[in-house]
């Protein structure tokens, strides 16, 4: 099903949407993710939960489900005694889990093109400590290509419709992340962590796009996990540097604690937020942390209706 239409083309002929926050569906479900290696444990331990957390967002609406590898990393899984070999079972697997939700989607009757997007976190989510939102580790980019790369390439052999590069706080791992792309044979969208103009490393967010416009297995570039109000600036200079579709998954608003391991705040995210999206260039829209399927729901009504 999802092989009907290229997500490239997809996003050449109207608006794509995106799934909302896998960890708050699974913590919704029960399942306890305090845990280094967070939803990814869930692979190896209840991978069928996954697969119905895939599912609750494509019946929700949404078109791509982004797989539960985003913590999911050879060092990682190491932490835990899971070998090379097996934990290469498990990445690919997350892109199973998202496939065989796309099937039971099908079985049930829902029959618009569903894609697979496979999650590639930053080297800070493999830290566990909050770094993800700082970047700035320390690593030159050619340190960060060699621990991205033998991921992607895992990944990339399982045949995801499109990487995602995703939660990236730094122009540095940015670039090394877009080094480790080339060659693989399988699209990816580049995703910045930004706060107002900038990468959370500080860089401006026009330097920190521009690394990927001329970069041809890039089809979408933007922002994720950072607060609604920052994502209008982030479209309109995505948009701007690089005039590829501009893909945009921000969090509900609220801030995670990395010490106290948890959300404060208040949400902030409003459905009626995306019309203005799509009319500034925003051609792939979801949410990120706390995002749930009712606020996909919504996000799709609202599409629908303008």
Not at 98 to 126: F, H
Not at 181 to 209: H, I, K, M, N, Y
Request: aromatic share 6%; charged share 25%.
């Amino acid at each position: 099903m999802s092989r009907t239409l290229g997500l490239a083309e997809a996003l050449s002929a109207g608006t794509v949407v995106l799934d909302g926050g896998m960890s708050n569906q699974l913590e919704s479900a029960g399942h306890d993710l305090g845990d280094e290696l967070w939803s990814a444990r869930l692979l190896a331990e209840r991978p069928e939960a996954i697969t119905e957390a895939h599912l609750a967002y494509f019946e929700a609406g949404a078109d791509v489900a982004i797989t539960s590898s985003y913590q999911a990393t050879f060092e990682g899984f190491a932490r835990r005694g899971i070998g090379r070999e097996r934990a290469a079972e498990l990445l690919a697997l997350s892109v199973e889990l998202a496939r065989a939700a796309a099937r039971q989607a099908g079985a049930k009757g829902i029959t618009r093109p569903l894609w697979t997007a496979a999650s590639v976190g930053p080297y800070g989510a493999m830290l566990a400590d909050g770094s993800e939102y700082r970047g700035r580790y320390g690593l030159s980019v050619a340190e960060l290509e060699r621990f991205h790369r033998p991921r992607l390439e895992v990944l990339a052999a399982a045949g995801p419709d499109v990487l995602a590069l995703e939660t990236v706080p730094d122009a540095d791992e940015a670039e090394a992340l877009l080094r480790a792309v080339s060659g693989l044979g399988v699209p990816a969208w580049l995703s910045f962590s930004a706060a107002g103009d900038r990468t959370r490393a500080g860089q401006p967010l026009e330097d920190a796009f521009a690394l990927a416009a001329d970069v041809e297995e890039v089809i979408a570039v933007g922002v994720n996990c950072c607060a609604p109000e920052d994502v209008d600036r982030a479209i309109e200079i995505a948009a701007r540097v690089t005039g590829k579709p501009v893909v945009v998954y921000p969090n509900s608003g609220e801030t995670w604690d990395a010490e106290a391991r948890a959300w404060a705040g208040r949400s902030t995210f409003a459905p009626e937020q995306v019309r203005g999206w799509r009319e500034s260039g925003a051609r792939l829209i979801g949410g990120c942390c706390r995002v749930g399927p009712e606020a996909i729901t919504s996000v799709v009504g609202t599409l629908r209706a303008a």
